[in-house]
């Protein structure tokens, strides 16, 4: 009698339920892999999920975060995706790749797909933690109308900050936005935030302190050039400052000094077993089109791979 070996449940798995994410395991699902999808927070879309609506999208019709994410997870679970919702703890990358979640159990596939993406980084300075929640947030969709008619302060310069402050000028009476350099985001953003008549312009400036009894009710300013401070009246804080990768579950060698995760050719990282693909790979473009992108290539590369081409 011959026996055969069990076909691997896991051939294919795929580590966050971002864009980057649900594609590359929709895709692999798509062209015959088995797939096993692992979401850590149980919130599909990653940083897109709390996005009203979504820029730079190269189809018809506008979507939120949200629509976008559970579109694609809907097709994911069309295409017979595993989900499992909780996060990945550690990845062995011995002779045979053990995956570990968060429960403690083991999974063997023969090819990973990490696209943890990255969560957006803190200011680091006094009041922050203390005023999270009550006039401190990373979200201008969930919170903008908390600040009907008043006064709020964007930090950051790139496209998050200011899609971010654009979202929040149109129900707060003003937004003020601090930078510490001139605008790095997209021209026709800018130009959009500079038009609108409530947005106001802080530049060479850093947050030092956020300061309020029981929510928020300033902040102090420092000012880059001459190190000059002054107190800010606002009742809320939106820091977009950027992102750090979501990435120390994997091996020291696969990461950079930052922790995103380097790649070469066919989104390969230094083990020819995992790839990488979206926010959390060293080089990656910024958009969300391109994290989808990346999804479906990382897809074809692992499938190349199992398949001993
Ligand atoms: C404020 C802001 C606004 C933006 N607006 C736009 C826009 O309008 N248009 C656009 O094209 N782009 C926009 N972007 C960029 C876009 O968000 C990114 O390109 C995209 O989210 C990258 O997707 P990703 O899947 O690589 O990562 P992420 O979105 O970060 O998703 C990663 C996922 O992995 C999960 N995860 C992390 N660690 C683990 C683990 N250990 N185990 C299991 N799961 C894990 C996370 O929970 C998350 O769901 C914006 C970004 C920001 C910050």
């Known amino acids: 009698m011959v026996t055969r070996p069990l076909k691997n449940l896991e051939e294919i798995a795929v580590i966050g339920g971002g864009l980057a994410g649900l594609s590359a395991a929709r895709h692999a ?13 149980g919130l599909y879309g990653g940083l897109v999920s709390t996005i009203g609506e979504v820029d730079d999208l190269p189809f018809p019709g506008t979507w939120s975060g949200q629509d976008l994410a559970m579109h694609l997870y809907e097709q994911a679970k069309k295409m017979g995706v595993r989900i499992v ?34 969560r957006l980084r803190k200011l680091g300075v006094p009041g922050e933690a203390e005023f999270a929640g009550r006039g401190v947030s990373h979200c201008a969709t969930c919170d903008g109308t908390f600040y009907l008619g008043k006064h709020v ?7 998050g900050a200011v899609h971010e402050a654009l979202t929040l000028a149109a129900v707060c009476g003003k937004v003020t936005l601090v930078s510490h350099s001139p605008l790095k985001a997209r021209r026709e953003h800018a130009d959009k935030l ?15 302190a956020i300061v309020g009894d029981g929510k928020v009710t300033g902040i102090t300013l420092r000012n880059l050039r001459d190190g000059s401070q002054r107190d800010l009246a606002c009742d809320g804080v939106f820091p977009f400052i950027g992102v750090e990768p979501v990435s ?32 959390v ?20 590369a692992a499938h190349r791979l199992l398949a001993g081409k």
Do not use: K, Q
């Open 29 to 41: 699902a798509r062209i015959g892999r088995l797939v096993t999808l692992f979401e850590g927070s």
């Open 85 to 118: 919702e909780t996060p990945v703890r550690r990845i062995d990358a011995g002779e045979r790749l053990e995956l570990i979640d968060g429960e403690g159990r083991s999974y063997y596939p023969g090819a990973v797909i990490v696209a943890s993406g990255a």
């Open 153 to 159: 302060v964007v930090v950051g310069g790139g496209d």
């Open 194 to 208: 500079d038009g609108r008549e409530n947005v106001h312009f802080v530049w060479d400036s850093e947050v030092c």
């Open 248 to 279: 120390s579950f994997l091996p020291a060698a696969l990461r950079d000094e930052c922790g995103f995760v380097r790649t070469g050719a066919g989104l390969t990282t230094a083990d020819p077993r995992i790839f990488a693909a979206g926010l």
């Open 281 to 300: 790979r060293s080089g990656f473009g910024g958009t969300g089109i391109e994290a989808m992108a990346e999804g479906v290539s990382a897809a074809e």
